[in-house]
């Protein structure tokens, strides 16, 4: 028996998730968690992962994606895509398929069963991302970087940053200086705070206010 579980915080997504694996022949799903640390916690061993891409913890997609894989999970990210960026930003990391929650059940059901076999399960919104340019520069802040910028941008001290991430303070000051050049880089300043969140919302790290999850 394959091992499926799911990173969201959505009851009910749990539930589509549990019906829809129990339609495949082979597999069996043990269970879900709202974070990929208290995933691991509970289920160390398994070898399909279904992936909401905006977590309760603000982690990095990519970062994320790149620890499923490392221990060499299959990924089938399920997300609602109301962010074009965190599209983008999964869209080229060794995920094997990409569909929206607003999709039908029989479609889930072919998406998990497609990730399972050992297939690739391109959606419209995939092929797109890959395809498409993005409409702002793309800053290439690492997953790190991205952490820090969420906590930061949130109105977090450096000291609470660096002990939510585990890390010194002068070190946060460092990956803040580095988001700072590399926006600038981009051609998209951010010199204040408040201009750090709204790059952060620009690029889909933070939620907008307000914004369905």
Request: aromatic share 4%.
């Amino acid at each position: 028996m394959a091992r499926v579980v799911l990173i969201d915080d959505h009851e009910m997504v749990a539930v589509a998730v549990r019906s829809a694996v129990a339609q495949i022949e082979g597999l069996e799903f043990l269970g879900s968690a709202p974070t990929v640390d208290e995933l691991l916690a509970l289920h160390p061993a398994f070898e399909l992962a279904i992936l909401d891409l905006r977590l309760a913890d603000g982690s990095s997609p990519v970062a994320n994606v790149e620890r499923l894989d490392a221990i060499g999970a299959r990924i089938l990210v399920f997300t609602s895509g109301e962010s074009p960026y965190l599209v983008r930003s999964v869209s080229k990391s060794p995920i094997a398929g990409l569909l929206r929650k607003s999709e039908p059940l029989p479609a889930l059901v072919e998406a998990i069963r497609r990730v399972a076999a050992g297939e690739e399960s391109m959606s419209a919104d995939w092929a797109a991302a890959i395809d498409g340019d993005p409409q702002l520069a793309d800053a290439g802040l690492s997953p790190q970087e991205q952490t820090a910028l969420s906590l930061f941008a949130r109105g977090l001290k450096a000291a609470a940053v660096g002990a939510q991430m585990g890390i010194t303070v002068s070190t946060v000051d460092d990956y803040v200086r580095r988001v700072r050049a590399k926006y600038v880089r981009a051609g998209r300043p951010a010199y204040t705070k408040v201009d750090l969140y709204k790059r952060a919302v620009e690029d889909g790290i933070l939620p907008a206010p307000d914004a369905d999850r």
